[in-house]
């Protein structure tokens, strides 16, 4: 169940945040495993979610065998975060939202992180990462998030 609400919460998500090439009617969402919310991510395929077409590719194992520079949200399962360091080392200057479902992602420099506490699935932010990368999150969002590392002022 907690895979559906972090890929329900995910969904939500796309529609506060704001892409710097968002002249595109596609969201690509990259999942790297096979595990947590894939299936139920899977079923948001060709679905419209904030006017975009939503398309999910799913890479069972790191590295992929295709860039992951093509996509617009990549999200880390639990089963590949020995991999976080290097999947996001390769994208850290890229206009692209990172997710992850395991404590210390937004730490390492992921954008969006997924926990389980009680019986409830809740989310941080990296609102300093995002800004890094050129990508806007709506503060209406920021107020329900555990966490939030906050954007350095200019």
């Not at 398309?55 to 617009?72: G, H, S, T």
């Not at 420099?109 to 409830?120: A, P, R, T």
Request: proline share 3%; net charge positive; hydrophobic share 40%.
């Amino acid at each position: 169940m907690e895979g559906k609400v972090k890929a329900i919460w995910l969904m939500k998500l796309i529609e506060f945040i704001e892409w710097p090439t968002n002249n595109t009617d596609t969201i690509i969402i990259g999942v790297v495993g096979k595990d947590g919310p894939v299936k139920y991510l899977q079923s948001y395929n060709n679905q419209t979610i904030a006017t975009k077409k939503v398309q999910v590719r799913i890479f069972k194992k790191y590295p992929p065998e295709v860039n992951l520079k093509q996509c617009d949200i990549i999200f880390i399962c639990k089963s590949q975060r020995k991999f976080t360091k290097r999947i996001l080392k390769g994208v850290e200057k890229s206009p692209i939202v990172t997710a992850g479902e395991f404590k210390g992602f937004i730490d390492q420099g992921g954008v969006i992180n997924f926990l389980v506490i009680g019986k409830h699935v809740k989310f941080e932010i990296n609102q300093q990462k995002a800004q890094q990368v050129k990508i806007r999150i709506d503060s209406q969002i920021l107020g329900h998030a555990i966490r939030v590392i906050k954007k350095k002022l200019k």
